[in-house]
C-alpha cells in the first residue's frame, strides 16, 4: 500500500519532493531481491538490486518535528539543512561541492526532506564506484555533523526565508489538525522559533535524535550487496546505539478532536458551494496479513459505498486518502448551487449511508466487487529504483509494508475468499455510521448561497439518517458484444501492400542506436530498439507541416481539428466496433495539429507489430469521418450564441491571468485564440476542410518522418515499414507560404506588469528574457548550460550571500524551428520591497555570465551534468521518453546526425562558446518583470 501524504506543508523540502510511507519487522513477505540486515549498534539497512543503471540511496530516520520539545520547534528541519554544511569527512560543503564535480544536481540528485515523523536524505548517482563516497556521506550526516556557529546563523537567513515562502497554513488543514500535537508541531516552524534557536541545544537534539537505533539505510537499483554491506558496517559501525529509543515512536500520534466542527472559507472564484464531509479513522498498518485483509476490506468497500451514492443519485464522490501514520482521510464531498439543493444532498447522503448499515450488502454483490479488485490487479514487470526506494522508507517510518505485485496478488487470491459481507458492514459503521459527528469544510460563494451554522447542516444529516432507500440499478440496453479477440485485420478492406524493396539508403546512428530507412518515394523512418521489459511499442508520424499551411486569418477555424481528426474511426467498423478493438487489442492513436507541426502517435501495448502498422496506417488513409458529431457541435455552438457567455473564473485568477501575459511576452502573439463569435464563424467550420488540411500535411513524402520504438526485433520493424509504406506516393498540394518579415530592430525597453491577489502572502515575481540562438543542437545544449550557470549564480548572491529568497529557480524555452529563439524565466517569492535589489542582482549574475568566462573545471562539471541528466531520462528501457527525444531532435534540425555526436559536440564546447551563448539569450535592457503582489 502506497500511502500518499496529502498535507503538503507536513514535508520540508530543500527542494520540491513528494513523501510517501511502508515496516520492516513483519510476517508478510519480503521481495526475493531485498536483503535486511542490522548492526550492533541498531542501524538497519535494507539493499534491493535491480538491473537498472542508477542507484538510489537514502538515510531514514524515525525523528521529525514530533520528537521536539517546546523550545526545540524547528529544530528537526533546521537539522536537515544544517548536515549539508560540513561534517568530519567534508568540512564546509564538500560532500556536496564533491558530488556536483562529478556531474550531480542539488535538489535532482541531492535533497533531503523532513515531516512530522521523519527525515530523509537522498542521493541518487549513476556510477556503482560512488557507491563507498555515498554511503561515507550518508554516515557523515548521521554521526559526523560540525554545526558550527557561523554556518547555524546563516542558515538562520535561508530557513527564515523558506517560511516566508511557505507563508500560512491553510485554514482547513489547520481544523484538520485540531487538538492534535500536531497542530503545534508544523516541522517548517515559525520566524520566531528560528531566530531564537540556541546552537548549543540543537547540538543536544542531534546527539540524541541521530542515533544508529533510529536509523535505516536504504539502497536500491544498480548495488553490489556484498561491497555494500561492508561499506555499511565500516563506515556506520563506531557510532553508539540508544536501545531506549522507539522507532515506532510517532506511529499512534494523531487524534485530532473539534470544538466546532464546522470551517467556512468563502471565495469568489466558484460557481458551486462545496461541502466536505470529513471523518478521521483508524488506518490498518499494511504490516501483517491482518493488515493486509483490512486494506482489502477497505478497497472494497468503497466500491461498495461509491456503487450506493451513484444509485441514489446523490451527486456526489466519495475519496478515502491515508492522512497520518495512524488515520485514514474519510471525505464524501457534496456540491450545490442552491441552498436547496445542497440541504437535499446531505439528506441522501445520511439516507444511503443509514441505508448500508441496516440492510447490508448482498453477498453476489460482495461477490462481483471481489472479482473487480483482482481484474484490476496486474503483474508489472517494470521496476523503478526510486520508486522501490520510497516504498521502503513508507515500510521503515510508518509499518507499511511493501509487496511486489506478484506477492500482493498472491495475498489478495488467499485473503478475498475469507472477506465476508459482514466484514464490510464492520467497515461501514467504522467509517460512516450516521451518529459519529461530522467535520464540515465548507468553500463558499456568497453570492450563490451562504452557510450560516453548523446546525443547518446537521438538521439536514439528521432528518435523512432515519429513511432508508431502495436502490435500484440503472436498466442498460443490452449491448451485441462480440467475443474479445474474435476480430481479425483479414476481414477489414484490403490496403494497397508494397512487395518491393523500396529502400533507397540506409544509415545507422550507433551511438543513439537508431536505424534510418529511406525509401524511394522519399519518406525516412527511423527504427530504435529497446530493452523495456513492458511490451509496449510505439510508432510516430510527424511533419513540420501543420495549420502553417493555411492563412493566419484562416486558423481561428480550424482550432477543433485536432479533435474531429482524432474522433475518425477505421474504414470497416462502426465507431463501437472501433472503439472496441482498440480496448481489446490495446492499440490506440493520438492526432496532434498544431501551428508548427502534424503528429500521429500510435501505442500498441501489447506490443502487435501488425496492430500497430495497420492501425496507423488506416488512421491516416483509410477512415470515416465524424459527420454525425460534428454536426451537432456546430449546431449546439449556433445555439449557444443565443445566451449570455458565462465567464470562466480561471480567467479571473491573477495568477493565471499572468502567465498569459508572460506567454504572450515569451511568443509576441496573444496567447488566447480568437472566439468565433457569429453564426457566420461557425457556418465557415467545415469538417471535410479540416480532413484535407490533414491529408496536406503528409502529402509530400520527403517532409514526413516516422520513428518506431519498443522492445523487438529490428528486421521485423523494417519489413513491415515497407509494406505498409513503401507504397505511398507523394501528391503535390498547394500551401500557404509567410512572408519572411525582416526582423523589428531591437528597442531598450522594460515590461513591467503588477497584479494584485488575495491568493499570495509574498510577492511573487518572474523575470523574462527574450533571446535568440543558431538553430543547432549545439547551441540549444549551451542555452541549457548557460541557464544552469544563471540559475546556480543567482542562487549564490539571492539566497546563500543576501538571505533575500529561499528557492529561486529559473526555466528555459528554447525554440529552433519555425524561428530559433529563447525565453529565460527566472521565479521567486520575496517582499515587494525587496524585488527591485532582486531584479538588479540578476542583472548584476547576467553582466557577469556575460563578460567573465566560465572555467575549464566548472565548465568539464557542467558537461557531466548534462551528461548525467541524459542518462537518466533516457535508459535503453525508457521507450517513450526515446519517442519524444528523437521526434524533437528531428522536429528541431531535421536531422538525427548531431544527437548521435551528442557527446563529441558537448565536448566541443569552450568557455568562449558559453559566453557567446550568454550574450545572445541575455539582453539586460530588454526584458519583463511580472509579479502577483499581495492584495
Partial sequence: MKRTQILYFFALVLCPLFAVGQDTLSPLPKADNAIYGTLDNGLNYIIHPIPQQKTEYRLVLNVGSLQERDDEQGYAHFLEHMLFNGSDDFPGRQAIDTLQRLGYRFGRDINAYTTYERTVYELSLLDQSQQNLAITILANFLGKAHLNTEDIEKEKRIVIQEIKDFGTASVFNKKKLEGSQHAHRLPISSIENIKVLDAKRLKAFYKQWYSPSLATIIITGNVNPTEAIQQIETSFSSFKGNSTLMRSQSWDTFSPSFDNALEIVNT?????????????????????????????????????????????????????????????????????????????????????????????????????????????????????????????????????????????????????????????????????????????????????????????????????????????????????????????????????????????????????????????????????????????????????????????????????????????????????????????????????????????????????????????????????????????????????????????????????????????????????????????????????????????????????????????????????????????????????????????????????????????????????????????????????????????????????????????SSSIDVAIYPTPKTSVSLYFSAALSDIEKLENLAKEVIQSIQTRPISTKDLDQMKLAVLNNKQLHLTESSTYQWIEKLREVQLNFGSLKDFNDYENILNSITPKDVLNTANSIFDKNNYGVFLVTPK
Fill in 268 to 808: 469568489s472564484d466558484t460557481r458551486t458551494n462545496k461541502v466536505e464531509i470529513i471523518r478521521f479513522n483508524s488506518a490498518p498498518f499494511l504490516s501483517t496479513k491482518e493488515g493486509f485483509k483490512e486494506h482489502t476490506i477497505a478497497q472494497l468497500y468503497k466500491q461498495w459505498l461509491s456503487k450506493k451514492l451513484r444509485q441514489a443519485k446523490t451527486h456526489t464522490s466519495a475519496h478515502s486518502t491515508w492522512y497520518l501514520p495512524n488515520k485514514n482521510e474519510d471525505v464524501i464531498e457534496i456540491t450545490a448551487k442552491t441552498k436547496e439543493e445542497l440541504s437535499t444532498r446531505i439528506h441522501l447522503v445520511a439516507s444511503v449511508l443509514n441505508t448500508m448499515s441496516l440492510k447490508g450488502i448482498h453477498k453476489e454483490e460482495l461477490e462481483a466487487y471481489k472479482q473487480h479488485l483482482l481484474n484490476q490487479s496486474a503483474i508489472s514487470t517494470e521496476e523503478d529504483a526510486y520508486f522501490l526506494a520510497n516504498n521502503y522508507i513508507d515500510q521503515v517510518v510508518v509499518n507499511s509494508h511493501y509487496l511486489t505485485d506478484r506477492h500482493k496478488i498472491q495475498l489478495l487470491e488467499e485473503i478475498l475468499s475469507t472477506i465476508t459481507a459482514n466484514d464490510l458492514v464492520v467497515k461501514h459503521e467504522n467509517t460512516w455510521s450516521v451518529d459519529r459527528q461530522n467535520l464540515y469544510l465548507c468553500t463558499v460563494n456568497s453570492n450563490i448561497f451562504s452557510i450560516h451554522s453548523i446546525q443547518e447542516l446537521n438538521d439536514s444529516w439528521n432528518e435523512g439518517k432515519t429513511k432508508t432507500l431502495l436502490f435500484k440499478d440503472k436498466k442498460e440496453k443490452k449491448k451485441q458484444e462480440r467475443t474479445q479477440g474474435s476480430f481479425h485485420w483479414k476481414t477489414m478492406p484490403p490496403i494497397v501492400k508494397s512487395n518491393d524493396n523500396a529502400v533507397v539508403k540506409e544509415h545507422i546512428y550507433n551511438h543513439i542506436g537508431v536505424t534510418e530507412l529511406t525509401l524511394a518515394n522519399g519518406l525516412r523512418i527511423g527504427i530504435k530498439p529497446t530493452h523495456a521489459t513492458d511490451n509496449n511499442i510505439i510508432l510516430t508520424v510527424f511533419t513540420r507541416n501543420g495549420l502553417n499551411l493555411i492563412q493566419e486569418q484562416e486558423q481561428k477555424y480550424y482550432q477543433d481539428a485536432s479533435y474531429f481528426i482524432d474522433s475518425a474511426w477505421i474504414h470497416g467498423l462502426t465507431k463501437d466496433g472501433y472503439l472496441q478493438v482498440g480496448a481489446d487489442r490495446e492499440v490506440s492513436t493520438l492526432v496532434s495539429l498544431s501551428n508548427e507541426a502534424t503528429i500521429v502517435n500510435t501505442s500498441s501495448r501489447l506490443g502487435h507489430i501488425r496492430d500497430m502498422f495497420e492501425w496507423t496506417y488506416r488512421k491516416m488513409y483509410d477512415y470515416i469521418e465524424p459527420k454525425e458529431d460534428f454536426n451537432e457541435y456546430i449546431q449546439e455552438s449556433i445555439v449557444s450564441l443565443e445566451h449570455e457567455p458565462i465567464p470562466s473564473t480561471l480567467l479571473n485568477n491573477p495568477s493565471i491571468q499572468l502567465s498569459h501575459q508572460i506567454e504572450e511576452y515569451k511568443k509576441g502573439t496573444p496567447f488566447i485564440q480568437e472566439e468565433l463569435n457569429t453564426i457566420a464563424d461557425w457556418q465557415k467550420v467545415k469538417l471535410e476542410s479540416f480532413f484535407e488540411l490533414y491529408q496536406q500535411t503528409f502529402a509530400n513524402l520527403d517532409q514526413v518522418y516516422i520513428l518506431i520504438s519498443g522492445n523487438f526485433n529490428v528486421e521485423d520493424i523494417k519489413a513491415e515499414s515497407i509494406a505498409y509504406f513503401g507504397s505511398l506516393v507523394t501528391t503535390p498540394h498547394t500551401s500557404y507560404l509567410k512572408e519572411n518579415n525582416k526582423p523589428k530592430a531591437q528597442i531598450n525597453d522594460i515590461k513591467r506588469v503588477s497584479i494584485p491577489s488575495a491568493d499570495v502572502e509574498r510577492t511573487e515575481a518572474t523575470l523574462v528574457f527574450n533571446g535568440s540562438i543558431n538553430p543547432t543542437l549545439k547551441e540549444s545544449i549551451l542555452a541549457q548550460m548557460v541557464r544552469e550557470l544563471f540559475d546556480n549564480k543567482f542562487l549564490q548572491l539571492s539566497r546563500e550571500k543576501e538571505g533575500l529568497v529561499y528557492s529561486p
